[in-house]
């Protein structure tokens, strides 16, 4: 293209409109298109753009091209080779034994494949198991899957699903199939996708909630997956409904957090159960969704969240992977703006009402999610068993199956929490229940130290992470757990890295990984630790924490955790709260506090 007619940025974008189509046509099975000249290039290049969902895609990322930017890798990648076109090179390298290389590795995600070296020479693979919920034949079915082609083991991660980790290169295809036969799928669960719908753990069986949101996470899930528009957003993309129950499920943390509400007599809208949206969560970036000031009825959540993710597909950033999520539209538009343009790919407008005009949500047990609790169904509980940061092996997931066969409703409910709730057991069969799950090393109870402890995989099984997480954890549990008597619950989130998949920026101590020079000199070595964060907070306490500016060696952790609760039991007013007792001092006074004599 030398037409001196076109300027550099117009020939980019012209490219990129023909390099674009030219692959969804091979991808389609049509011959590549004819390279093309100035004459007619921008008819030519509109008449070849795809016809099939992809479409939207192209055009968003045609935009960026138009304005003389450039794509990121990520979105490269995903405009030369549509990702649900892979399949066959998956089956070949499985044949071969190959993992796959360059980027390969981020196209493998769609399928829910995280080839994880350097960390663990194999695949990791989430799955989408919505609102948590999976019978007891599922589980018994991972049991098996775990141990055939992983590592005999599986993690409950922080968006209430599981991970299998260790899958040999030869293993990926019988793995899926395996998936298939279970009815669970991974598709979409890694990559720029919507990743696994949350809703309370406890949804159905909860006394105090609201709805159930067991349907609504399975509806958005079945119509996500129908929704081929909806895989290769921006970025990835979160969504989570509360029902109102006694446990909490984060919605705040997400992009699109639904919250149940009660709306009674004498307002705009008909008297009822309805949900409160939220818009922007992301904890990473030390933001949390906002409320917009909006009531939806529950039969109305599907076509908002596609509108939602619309607009998002249409305007999130393709070119910067750290503004590609969607708090930086909202920051950049403002939530009236993005409220209008959702209303208008929505068709109608939603009511608006102010949050005192509606009936505020039952409290949160912080401790709802371990230990038995009574289920709206006389005679009937629910137990919460205690995972340490979401490890659990084949055996015990044999037998947590067996246990929700024989005594309970069949059905397993994961948590944000990472751990795993027995519901509808018969409370004459709980000993048996209790006694069980002492035979395979889990309980039924935990201290308030040890319900709180969450963590991502870290070091251990992601390339990403600088420091070992879940075994900085284990130490803190083996030191302290015990020797701690906290009169309240207390969540220390560890995170490998600053993609926050742990949450630490939400946790009354948050503890994120670093590296630190092992010594004064220039060329010291480093060594593995965290940076420490305090004081942040969920649900009706949801707020950021606040960095201290200190980062503690990995081997110190236990002390340093022994530390800030002894000065804070010391010093406490009366029974005030670890959080409160953050907030009435400055960072620099709590950084002296829990560390006396050391610079940082």
């Known amino acids: 293209m030398t037409d001196p007619g076109f300027s550099e940025e117009q020939k980019e974008y012209l490219q990129g409109f023909a390099s ?129 082609y992983g590592g005999g083991y599986a993690h409950v991660t922080t968006r ?51 709805i159930d949101t067991r349907p609504l996470a399975r509806e958005i899930q079945v119509f996500i997956l129908n929704k081929p528009e909806f895989f290769g957003l921006p970025r990835k993309f979160n969504i989570a409904f509360d029902g109102g129950g006694r446990v909490g499920v984060l919605e705040e943390t997400n992009d699109i957090g639904f919250t149940a509400c009660r ?20 904890t990473g970036h030390q933001d949390l969704a906002r409320d917009v000031g909006v009531v939806v009825r529950p039969e109305e959540c599907v076509p908002v969240c596609a509108a939602v993710i619309r607009v998002f597909l249409d305007h999130g950033d393709r070119t910067d992977r750290k503004r590609a999520r969607m708090k930086y539209i909202l920051d950049e538009w403002g939530f009236e703006r993005f409220m209008a343009e959702v209303e208008t790919v929505l068709g109608y407008g939603l009511p608006r009402l102010p949050l005192d005009a509606v009936r505020p949500r039952g409290p949160i047990d912080r401790m709802g999610h371990v230990g038995v609790h009574r289920q709206r169904v006389d005679g009937r ?50 000993d048996i229940v ?17 319900a709180g402890l969450v963590a991502c995989t870290g070091a251990f099984g992601c390339k990403f992470g600088l420091a070992h997480t879940k075994e900085t954890a284990g130490a803190i549990h083996r030191a302290l757990d015990g020797e701690l008597e906290l009169d309240q619950p207390v969540n220390i989130h560890l995170t490998g890295c600053p993609n926050s998949c742990a949450q630490h920026y939400i946790g009354d101590l948050g503890l994120l990984g670093t590296k630190i020079a092992d010594g004064d000199d220039e060329d010291a070595p480093e060594v593995e630790g965290f940076k420490i964060i305090v004081g942040g907070g969920w649900g009706e306490n949801a707020r950021i924490g606040r960095d201290l500016d200190l980062a503690v060696p990995s081997a110190e952790v236990p ?16 029974d005030e709260s670890f959080l409160d007792f953050t907030l009435r001092h400055e960072v620099d006074e709590l950084r002296d506090l829990f560390t006396p004599g050391v610079a940082s």
Do not use: C
């Open 160 to 210: 209430a699903s599981l991970q299998i980790r260790e899958i040999g290169a030869h293993d990926p295809v019988r793995y899926l199939e395996g998936l298939f036969e279970l009815g669970i799928t991974s598709r979409g669960a890694g990559a720029d996708n919507i990743r696994n719908i949350t809703g309370s753990p406890t949804a159905g069986i909860d006394p105090q909630e609201l």
């Open 381 to 430: 509980v629910y137990v919460g068993v205690p995972l340490l940061v979401g490890r659990v092996s084949v055996a015990q997931m044999e037998l947590l199956a067996e246990l929700a066969r024989t005594y309970g409703d069949g059905e397993l409910r994961l948590t944000v929490w990472q751990n795993v709730i027995l519901s509808g057991i018969a409370i004459d069969d709980l």
């Open 20 to 148: 674009g189509a030219s692959a969804a046509r091979v991808a389609l099975g049509m011959p590549p298109l004819q390279p093309l000249t100035s004459t007619g290039a921008t008819k030519a290049a509109e008449d070849a753009l795809p016809s099939g969902p992809e479409r939207l895609h192209v055009e968003a990322q045609n935009r960026f091209l138009g304005a003389g930017r450039k794509l990121s890798g990520e979105e490269r990648a995903k405009r030369e080779k549509p990702p649900f076109t892979i399949w066959d090179e998956i089956r070949a390298n499985a044949e071969a034994g190959r993992f796959p290389k360059g980027t390969d590795v981020f196209l493998y995600k769609f399928y829910g494949l995280f080839y994880v070296g350097p960390a663990q020479e194999g695949f990791m693979s989430r799955l989408r198991l919505p609102n948590g919920t999976l019978k007891a034949h599922q589980l018994a079915g991972l049991a098996e899957l775990a141990a055939r």
């Open 434 to 450: 209790k006694a069980r799950l002492v035979e395979v090393g889990l309980h039924w109870s935990a201290s308030h130290l040890a």
């Open 559 to 574: 002390d340093f955790i022994r530390r800030v609760f002894h000065t804070f039991h010391a010093r406490r007013d009366g």
């Open 263 to 282: 709306v009674e007599d004498g307002h705009a809208v008909p008297p009822g159960v309805y949900f409160r949206l939220a818009l922007g969560g992301i």
